[in-house]
């Protein structure tokens, strides 16, 4: 996924991941990340709506590698939505 908006160079990943939404925990998976942000692909049909997933909401989303990024998500795109890292920085 290649977008002209993105200011770092993403790496395309297919990772299963959680994604917390505050109390709640829904299954996705980590399509591609940087530096700033990530790709969190996301079934919306199958889960939480988009509202679930506002524009400056506070994400985490835990990969299967033990991994843990912090951001807020910044847009929606067809099959999920991307989140820039809080502070430029994962957990």
Not at 4 to 19: F, G, K, L, S
Not at 38 to 63: H, L, Q, S, W
Request: proline share 4%; hydrophobic share 30%; net charge negative.
């Amino acid at each position: 996924m290649t977008d002209p908006r993105n200011r770092a160079p993403r790496t395309d990943t297919d990772e299963p991941a959680e994604i917390h939404a505050g109390e709640d925990v829904y299954a996705g998976r980590l399509e591609n990340i940087s530096d700033t942000g990530a790709a969190v692909g996301f079934d919306f049909t199958a889960g939480a709506g988009k509202t679930e997933f506002n524009i400056g909401n506070p994400i985490e989303v835990d990969v299967e590698q033990g991994d843990t990024y912090n951001g807020r998500v910044v847009r929606h795109y067809e099959s999920g939505f991307a989140i820039r890292f809080e502070d430029d920085e994962q957990a």
